[in-house]
């Protein structure tokens, strides 16, 4: 999740030609951002480096100290950032820091595509999966009484064609679609991530296939953004796969409520 700008390397490259190689200059930029730290409120800092030596460490610490009370004055030091680069909040022009503003996000251009298939599964999504919308309770009935009769392998095996052509589907039983909208992080991201992106990701692309596929949390934010949805990554977290539900249905697991959308719907009723 760390990117050195053209700025920094280039600053960093021509420090390796003094004397001592960079040395000076690496501690001096170390107390500089242990000042900055501590003037806004940071409670301590992690100081780390191949082959540190104690010394080097103490010498960090006594310049740092040192430089705290010009604190402000050292923002500029690190002014290095991406010329593309989205930042969530407002720069503030006196400070060098951010404000506490974020940013206007609405009229900035989607970063991916939409497919046609998430209009789709909208469509299906009000249609089956919303209590008390539609088909919701037809469903709900109908699993329960397939659930423990042949039946219910039949209901999966159709669920699990449909949704391998749409989704590329994992048939993982504990489905996160409804979570992650309608983009499956089972087939989709290489690490599987539910909850979350891993951080990895560069410029919108996936870390694995830089340049190739998105990351499924920025296909997911497109996708909710076009529809004035965007923050509802922020209220769900969607816990790791239950794997004692792999290759079963995960429209019967949800209708049942077997699968964590239960968990869920149960800890905000006990918030409520």
């Given at each position: 999740g760390?990117?050195?700008?053209d700025?920094?390397?280039?600053?960093?490259?021509?420090?390796?030609?003094?004397?001592?190689?960079?040395e000076?200059?690496?501690?001096?930029?170390?107390?500089?951002?242990?000042?900055?730290?501590?003037?806004?409120?940071?409670?301590?800092?992690?100081?780390?480096?191949?082959?540190?030596?104690?010394?080097?460490v103490?010498?960090?610490?006594?310049?740092?100290?040192?430089?705290?009370?010009?604190?402000?004055?050292?923002?500029?030091?690190?002014?290095?950032?991406?010329s593309?680069?989205f930042?969530?909040?407002?720069?503030?022009?006196?400070?060098?820091?951010?404000?506490?503003?974020p940013?206007?996000?609405?009229?900035?251009?989607?970063?991916?595509n939409?497919?046609w298939?998430y209009?789709?599964?909208?469509?299906?999504?009000?249609?089956?999966?919303?209590?008390?919308?539609?088909?919701?309770?037809?469903?709900?009935?109908?699993?329960?009484?397939?659930?423990d009769?042949?039946?219910?392998?039949?209901?999966?095996?159709?669920?699990?064609?449909?949704?391998?052509?749409?989704?590329?589907?994992?048939?993982?039983?504990d489905?996160?679609?409804?979570?992650?909208?309608?983009?499956?992080?089972?087939s989709?991201?290489?690490?599987?991530?539910?909850?979350?992106?891993c951080?990895?990701?560069?410029?919108?692309?996936?870390?694995?296939?830089?340049?190739?596929?998105?990351?499924?949390?920025?296909?997911?934010?497109?996708?909710?953004?076009?529809?004035?949805?965007?923050?509802?990554?922020e209220?769900?977290?969607?816990?790791?796969?239950?794997?004692?539900?792999?290759?079963?249905?995960?429209?019967?697991?949800?209708?049942?409520?077997?699968?964590?959308?239960?968990?869920?719907?149960?800890?905000?009723?006990?918030?409520?």
């Amino acid at each position: 999740g760390s990117v050195v700008t053209d700025k920094l390397l280039a600053e960093i490259d021509r420090e390796r030609n003094d004397s001592d190689k960079g040395e000076g200059a690496r501690i001096l930029r170390a107390a500089r951002l242990y000042a900055i730290l501590k003037g806004m409120g940071y409670s301590g800092v992690h100081i780390g480096g191949h082959n540190i030596k104690y010394e080097q460490v103490e010498n960090i610490i006594n310049q740092g100290e040192a430089l705290v009370p010009q604190w402000q004055d050292l923002v500029g030091y690190f002014d290095y950032p991406l010329s593309d680069g989205f930042y969530y909040y407002e720069r503030d022009p006196v400070t060098g820091l951010n404000k506490e503003t974020p940013v206007r996000r609405q009229n900035r251009p989607l970063d991916s595509n939409v497919e046609w298939t998430y209009g789709f599964s909208r469509f299906f999504h009000k249609l089956m999966f919303e209590p008390g919308k539609k088909l919701y309770g037809l469903m709900k009935t109908a699993s329960k009484k397939i659930s423990d009769t042949g039946m219910a392998k039949i209901f999966h095996n159709l669920e699990h064609v449909a949704k391998v052509v749409i989704y590329d589907c994992q048939d993982c039983g504990d489905c996160a679609l409804l979570d992650v909208a309608y983009v499956c992080p089972m087939s989709q991201c290489p690490k599987n991530q539910r909850n979350g992106p891993c951080g990895g990701s560069f410029k919108g692309w996936c870390e694995v296939y830089p340049g190739k596929k998105h990351c499924v949390y920025v296909r997911a934010y497109v996708r909710l953004k076009k529809y004035g949805e965007a923050e509802h990554l922020e209220h769900k977290i969607v816990p790791p796969c239950n794997w004692d539900l792999y290759q079963t249905s995960s429209w019967i697991n949800f209708y049942l409520g077997k699968d964590h959308h239960s968990a869920r719907s149960h800890q905000n009723d006990a918030e409520k």
